[in-house]
């Protein structure tokens, strides 16, 4: 808690200098304090990008630990791919990843799965008005364990933590979904990159996998958590028989981690650590 006003006070800052509407988005989000409105926001950056988001700290957050913190350290583990590269996009959220990869590699073809439809829709936007609808589908589908149906917690304002083991005091409801074969025969035989971002699910579908399933993919980067009995190690090891190893793993908390897995060597070290993982 000690770290709230310097945290706010970094994201006050990010915004003015980052943004090309920053102080406007500085006088909306004050406005939003005191009256609830605006209800959305649209953040642009220099390049022409911009991205629409659900005026709530939840929906928010993505834009700036993707595009601003580059949490990802995508320039970094983009590195090396081959021309083309084709992405699976797992818990896509509104798009800040996508649109981040397009940013670097503007010859990515990527399959964005969101299973929130009201945040799904958010996604197709910004898709679209990046001009990105021929390189970035977006399926408004969970990846699971079964194909068909699976209960969904949704608060319906673009949270970064619905999902089917999410914390949201939200009911469930039902949402289409696909196995992760399903998911990845979307983009071809070979992904040269998987994001994940399911909240919790991801063991549900890593775990009811085969490793033979993930034998065309090159790079993974995802979050892992603490839930339900689970813990990283399982899917350590389960990736571990998929070839795919660890290059980079960052605790966060005891509840929450970042994970950074290859099939071949990265090139170069981490831009900050100089290390790979465990270190």
């Known amino acids: 808690m000690k770290r709230r006003p310097a945290y706010a006070l970094r994201r006050v800052r990010q915004t003015a200098s980052v943004f090309d509407n920053g102080p406007q988005l500085l006088a909306q989000l004050a406005f939003h304090r005191v009256t609830g409105r605006p209800r959305e926001l649209v953040y642009r ?3 022409g990008v911009r991205v629409r988001c659900p005026n709530v700290a939840g929906a928010r957050l993505p834009i700036y630990e993707v595009l601003i913190d ?4 995508l320039p970094w583990f983009t590195t090396g791919l081959r021309a083309a590269p084709t992405v699976l996009d797992i818990g ?3 798009g800040s990843f996508s649109l981040a990869v397009c940013r670097l590699r503007s010859d990515a073809v990527v399959a964005a799965f969101e299973a929130s ?5 958010f996604l197709q936007h910004n898709v679209n008005v990046n001009g990105l609808a021929e390189q970035v589908q977006v399926f408004n589908v969970a990846v699971a364990s079964v194909s068909g149906t699976v209960e969904f917690v949704d608060n319906g304002s673009g949270s970064v933590h619905n999902g089917m083991v999410s914390p ?3 009911a469930p409801t039902r949402v289409p979904s696909v196995t992760f074969v399903e998911a990845a025969a979307r983009v071809g035989e070979r992904i040269d990159l998987v994001k994940i971002d399911a909240e919790g699910a991801e063991y549900d579908f890593i775990l009811a ?3 033979r399933d993930w034998a065309g993919v090159h790079r993974i980067v995802m979050e892992h958590h603490n839930v339900g009995g689970h813990h990283w190690d399982e899917l350590e090891r389960f990736f571990a028989a998929t070839g795919l190893r660890v290059v980079r793993h960052v605790e966060h908390s005891d509840r929450l981690g970042l994970v950074w897995l290859s099939r071949e060597p990265v090139p170069g070290p981490w831009p900050d650590a100089g290390a790979v993982a465990g270190s």
């Open 92 to 94: 896509a959220h509104i």
């Open 45 to 47: 950056l220099d390049d």
């Open 70 to 73: 580059d949490t990802y350290g």
């Open 168 to 170: 949201e005091r939200a």
């Open 117 to 121: 439809a009201t945040t799904a829709s």
């Open 209 to 211: 996998s085969d490793p």
